[in-house]
């Protein structure tokens, strides 16, 4: 976002949004006044906002993504978007994102795997998440990861309303880090970015059940 926050346009897909209501998007790109901030405020701002959403612990079992408001959870379910923080084992890992964005794929036990979008860029975020809306699933593979429950910090998701899902792909929380001898480094988003692109289209595709 060379330009700053206030330059990103979003685009609209299938799902509606009610008249008056601000997405979580609206809320940060509006703190923001249109400037550039670091990765570091945006997460800070998203922690800001998702402190007043309501905490769903209850409903476990569900697949419902008709919700219409963006909610609190300390599990996931399957066919839902999740913004949180990881820490992940880096055995075989070349690199992971330390505020994935995942479309749930499966929810079992103490793991899930999902679709996280950020190893795409935010252009072809918006077609995979059009696509996610219809209910179809076109992503290289490198988008695949599975997670663990117990390396969620604080074991607390932001399960995203399916209204906000095609502009929360827009806010830049994606955090790539690698860790060599217990020493973290950062990885340039754009170099996470193009390893996609190197193997685009070597995909999974199919309807989203």
Not at 159 to 175: N, V
Not at 176 to 181: A, C, Q, T
């Amino acid at each position: 976002m060379p330009k700053g926050f206030g330059s990103t346009q979003t685009i609209r897909t299938t799902n509606k949004i009610p008249e008056g209501y601000q997405t979580l998007f609206d809320k940060i790109k509006s703190k923001s006044s249109g400037q550039k901030k670091s990765i570091k405020w945006y997460r800070a701002a998203v922690k800001s906002e998702s402190g007043a959403y309501q905490k769903n612990f209850n409903n476990k079992g569900s697949t419902d993504v008709s919700q219409t408001n963006n909610e609190l959870r300390n599990t996931t379910l399957e066919k839902h978007f999740y913004m949180f923080e990881y820490q992940a084992k880096m055995r075989w890992l070349p690199y992971y994102d330390r505020f994935p964005l995942v479309y749930v794929l499966k929810s079992k036990g103490s793991e899930f795997t999902g679709i996280n979008l950020h190893y795409l860029s935010p252009k072809k975020r918006m077609i995979a998440t059009k696509k996610l809306l219809q209910g179809r699933i076109d992503v290289p593979k490198a988008c695949f990861h599975k997670y663990l429950h117990n390396h969620v910090q604080e074991g607390v998701y932001i399960d995203l309303a399916q209204a906000e899902w095609d502009s929360a792909i827009l806010i830049p929380t994606e955090e790539f880090v690698k860790s060599v001898n217990g020493v973290t480094f950062p990885i340039d988003k754009r170099t996470v970015w193009k390893d996609t692109d190197d193997a685009f289209y070597d995909k999974i595709t199919g309807q989203s059940k």
